[in-house]
């Protein structure tokens, strides 16, 4: 049985990789920071008493400031495949967080590869880069094209994927780096942009709330449907080879029209609700993030089928279903032929 070692579990990534590789039957382990309260509401549904002859999921508890804890942890479980998605990933959060972000995205993955250099576990190693990195460099953006990150949460990824890059290169190992373009889901996090309108959407539908404070509605994304990139992740690492790749719909779509695309499919009308808010802003912003998945389609076989009108339905009617649910343990069912339609079959 193959072993994944996966950081930042606990996560929208994190959580639908581990459901992805426990179809494929692979045995799963998650690092999650320990904290008084439960933070594994997305995984929950996956998981299994350890004592129960049948589980393949298992919860370790570390951090990814804590290399030491990494490098042991690394030798006993003994994984054929790392997926590194821990992160401190919020945009607007690392400005006013910037060490600490750079702490876990930059030095963790520096922890990381140098827990898999020393341990001498043969695995692969899949870094979870981020569009991000790419900031004011002019699009569309290809595995070629300069970085140029405008935030504290870029450079540090910028740090992280160059890295990656000169492990593999310097160390012989397997390690690729991913380069994703915004990728959302019901199980996005609450702030970011995606998720705060479907939420505000389903609250503003059932009479709960009225108003929606945004920041800039102008900014462009490439934005997909999460479930699809951590394919793309997992194929990564089945390659003869390692090598980098963009993961992205090709197609850009600005903040607005995401906002309208949600608010239509609930029937209401967007600017009657949505209201500015400048502590929204980011002291500098990017205003176009668009990708170009080629080589992802012709060496992977990757491809997305979901666009920015599906994936504001997706998660409308995610979020209105999860009004409903309120109080009860709710997650998603994943939209995609391959995925089982209960999550917690
Ligand atoms: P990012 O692309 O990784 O920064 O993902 P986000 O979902 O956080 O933001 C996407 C875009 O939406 C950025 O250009 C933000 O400036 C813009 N935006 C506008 N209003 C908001 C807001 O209220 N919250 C967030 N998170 N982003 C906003």
Known sequence: MRKALITGVTGQDGSYLAQL???????????????????????????????????????HHGDMTDGVRLLTLLGSIAPDEVYNLAGQSHVRESFDQPRFTAEIVAMGTLHLLEAIRHSKVDCRFYQAGSSDMFGDSTPPHTERSLFAPRSPEATAKAYAHWTTRNYR?????????????????????ETFVTRKITQAVARIQAGRQDHLYLGDLTPVRDWGYAPEYVEGMWRMLQQDQPDDYVLAT????????????????????????????????????????????????????WRT???MEQLAQIMVDADV?????????????????GWSTSATD
């Open 21 to 59: 590789l426990l179809a494929k039957g692979y045995e799963v382990h998650g690092l999650i920071r320990r904290a008084s309260s439960f933070n594994t509401g997305r995984i929950d549904h996956l998981y299994q008493d350890a004592r129960d002859p049948d589980a393949r999921l298992f919860l």
């Open 169 to 189: 290169e310097g160390y012989g190992l397997y390690a690729v780096n991913g380069i994703a373009f915004n990728h959302e889901s019901p199980r996005r996090g």
């Open 250 to 301: 090709g197609t850009g779509r600005s903040v607005e029209e995401f906002v309208e695309a949600a608010f239509e499919h609930a029937g209401l009308e967007w600017r009657r609700h949505v209201r500015f808010d400048e502590r929204y802003l980011r002291p500098t912003e990017v205003e176009e993030l668009l990708g170009d998945p080629s080589k992802a389609a012709e060496k992977l076989g």
């Open 305 to 307: 089928s979901v666009g």
């Open 321 to 337: 279903d999860a009004l409903e649910h309120e109080g009860r343990h709710w997650v998603d069912d994943v939209r995609l032929p």
